[in-house]
C-alpha cells in the first residue's frame, strides 16, 4: 500500500525559508517522480514541483511551475525514502496546503496522471 506523508508546513513571516518532506512508502522512489502541488485559499489546486530520476541515470530531472522557480527547490534522499522541498523567500501568494503525489514514469504538471497523495501540510506565509 502506498502512503505518502507531507510534514515542515508552519507560520512563516514573509521572506522567510521553510522545508518540506514528503516520506513514501510502498514504493520506490527510483522509479516514481513526485510532484508537489498547493492549493490556496479560495484557489484551485496548482503545480508546484516535481522530481524524477532521469533515463540516462545521472542527476534527478526536476522542474518548476514559474511562480515558484528560482525561489523553490526540490530534492530528494533516495536512503530515506523521502523528498524535499525547499522553499525560499517565501510569499503571501505561497500560503497553502501543500501535497505531494506519486506516479511511476517521469514529471507531469498534470495532476490527474498522479495515484496516491499524502494528505497535505499547511504554509502560512504572513506580512
Known amino acids: 500500500q502506498v502512503q505518502l506523508v507531507e510534514s515542515g508546513g508552519d507560520l512563516v513571516q514573509t521572506g522567510g525559508s521553510l522545508r518540506l518532506s514528503c516520506a513514501a512508502s510502498?514504493?520506490?522512489?527510483?522509479?516514481?517522480?513526485i510532484g508537489w502541488f498547493r492549493r490556496g485559499p479560495g484557489k484551485e489546486r496548482e503545480a508546484v514541483s516535481c522530481?524524477?530520476?532521469?533515463?540516462?541515470?545521472?542527476?534527478?530531472?526536476?522542474d518548476y511551475a514559474r511562480p515558484v522557480e528560482g525561489r523553490f527547490t526540490v530534492s530528494r534522499d533516495l536512503s530515506k525514502n523521502t523528498v524535499y522541498l525547499q522553499m525560499n523567500n517565501l510569499q503571501p501568494e505561497d500560503t497553502g496546503l501543500y501535497f505531494c503525489?506519486?506516479?511511476?514514469?517521469?514529471?507531469?504538471?498534470?495532476?490527474?496522471?498522479?495515484?496516491?497523495w499524502g494528505q497535505g501540510t499547511q504554509v502560512t506565509v504572513f506580512s
Open positions: 510502498g514504493i520506490t522512489l527510483d522509479y516514481y517522480a
Open positions: 522530481i524524477a530520476s532521469s533515463l540516462s541515470g545521472g542527476d534527478p530531472i526536476t
Open positions: 503525489a506519486e506516479r511511476g514514469g517521469t514529471c507531469t504538471f498534470d495532476f490527474g496522471r498522479y495515484g496516491s
